[in-house]
């Protein structure tokens, strides 16, 4: 960024025209106290105006009355207006009162001020840990050869072996108290930034909404290119960077054996003896209770805004109806203003109706169709000369049994290929037989096809001579 772009936003940002308000330090209070301590979201007028007066009675007490002279509502209505928008201010159906949540800018002056004051304990070593687990996760999971995934896989079995053998040896290696202190401020850190980032997500889908809106206003065109553009949008709603990982987020979390192990393990993390004294403690065992109202709550704005765009396309065309309407009955005053004065003239051209007129006797009579004789020799086939054999030397291949060879091979054996498999089991359908193969491999996850690679296949045929065939290198894999 250069100087000009840190200008414009210095001068048109919210969350610096934040930092820059006279009120700032009341107002970013008044966020920690009502949204980000308590990680609540989507709270009615009257509870914040409450919050709101308990902090004010606080600092006048301090201060004096002249130091924060407005009313609650008066300074939520101005930090809602849309020139701050620092509170997103809406209602919700069937609800007179207002709603308010913090917006993302916002949130993120909350959480700069917040680190502002240093840190007791700095998180290092979780943080490098976090790292090399993200990283080798990243890697391995792009790798597309096998033999390296294989290799890797490997690696960590005898990594586990080793460790489950000096468990058994009575070597028992427990986290220390710094680590384990290290990896729970860390953890909570997470599940703060998760948190907000749940307010990003539903103002970037607001945002893309947005521009559908603006679409639908400034439509020019016909009615049918109007839905497949808005099909189109919806689509990419749904399908952008932020909607695919907020759908696998929400995927996960629905799991019922993913949610019963992650309280699990919540559990278990409130009860190591190196975190007994810490306050927030209690916090870590609700963390999926805290994320499960805010996802839905996400998923509320997605079906709101499905909801809307539905709304306003009946109401266009509601409006397309009506100037269509409009348009007819203006022709059909201007019709009756000019019934009796005819225009001078002819009018209008109308062809006039006429009869095809058929007589009976015009039509041809009969003629019958002449015989044509075919002078044809019939010659009796000799069935001695033609062989019939090939009409019953049809076979077939049984998938079912080179599937059982190949998982009879992989019993004893990480992978095999193809050639592996003919060894053990023959050939004894030829070419048939191979192709058969091919069409399992194709449609397994657990093989692949290496065009770079061949190997030479061979079989016997009855007479007792032997056929070759060279192929691409088919490599079958033990599923896991």
């Keep these: 960024m250069d100087y000009y772009a840190i200008n414009a936003l210095r001068e048109n940002h919210a969350g610096w025209s934040l930092l820059r308000a006279q009120n700032a330090p009341l107002a970013i209070a008044f966020f920690m106290a009502a949204f980000t301590e308590p990680n ?9 105006i409450d919050t709101l007066d308990d902090v004010l009675f606080g600092l006048r007490e301090t201060y004096g009355d002249d130091k924060f002279p407005r009313q609650a509502s008066e300074y939520l209505d101005d930090w809602a207006a849309p020139e701050r928008a620092w509170l997103r201010k809406y209602y919700v159906s069937g609800q007179d009162e207002p709603r308010y949540d913090l917006t993302a800018t916002a949130e993120d002056v909350v959480r700069w001020v917040e680190s502002l004051r ?6 290092t070593q979780s943080r490098l840990t976090s790292i090399f687990a993200v990283l080798k996760q990243l890697v391995q999971q792009s790798e597309t050869d096998p033999e390296v995934r294989l290799a890797e896989l490997q690696r ?6 080793a460790e489950m053998q000096r468990i058994r040896d009575g070597h028992v290696k427990v986290m220390s108290g710094p680590e384990a202190l290290d990896h729970f401020q860390q953890l909570t850190a997470l599940a703060k930034d998760l948190l907000a980032d749940f307010r990003e997500v539903e103002q970037n889908f607001r945002k893309l909404d947005r521009q559908v809106r603006e679409q639908i206003a400034t439509w020019d065109g016909t009615q049918g290119e109007l839905l497949e553009s808005i099909f189109a949008n919806q689509q990419d709603i749904s399908g952008s960077l932020q909607g695919r990982t907020f759908q696998g987020f929400w ?3 629905m799991s019922p054996q993913l949610r019963t192990e992650l309280r699990d393990l919540l559990q278990r993390a409130t009860q190591i003896d190196a975190l007994a004294k810490l306050d927030n403690l209690h916090a870590v065992a609700n963390l999926h209770q805290d994320w499960l109202p805010a996802v839905e709550q996400t998923q509320a704005t997605v079906r709101q805004l499905s909801q809307q765009m539905r709304r306003l396309l009946d109401d266009k065309v509601f409006l397309e109806n009506k100037r269509i309407m409009q ?7 201007g019709a009756l203003a000019t019934r009796s004065e005819a225009p001078p003239g002819v009018f209008m051209d109308i062809a006039a109706q006429s009869v095809d007129v058929a007589l009976p006797f015009e039509r041809p009579l009969y003629e019958p169709s002449r015989r044509i004789m075919v002078d044809d020799v019939v010659v009796a086939a000799n069935d001695a000369e033609v062989d019939a054999a090939a009409l019953f030397s049809q076979f077939h291949v049984d998938t079912e049994r080179l599937k059982s060879n190949i998982d009879a091979v992989l019993a004893g054996a990480e992978q095999a290929t193809l050639g592996d498999v003919t060894e ?3 050939l004894s359908q030829g070419l048939a037989e191979i192709v058969a193969y091919y069409q399992l491999a194709t449609e397994s996850d657990w093989a692949s096809i ?3 690679r061949t190997q030479q296949l061979s079989w016997q045929l009855p007479d007792g001579s032997t056929r ?3 192929v691409e290198q088919i490599i079958f894999v033990r599923p896991a």
């Excluded at 240093?118 to 998180?123: E, I, L, S, T």
């Excluded at 348009?327 to 005053?333: P, T």
């Design 40 to 48: 609540q979201r989507d709270i009615g007028r009257q509870d914040l």
């Design 118 to 123: 240093g840190r007791d304990f700095v998180a």
């Design 156 to 161: 960590q079995r005898d990594g586990i072996d």
């Design 251 to 253: 995927d996960y979390l």
């Design 327 to 333: 348009l007819v009955r203006s022709i059909e005053a």
């Design 424 to 426: 053990a089991y023959p």
């Design 450 to 452: 290496s065009p770079e």
């Design 468 to 470: 070759e065939a060279t």
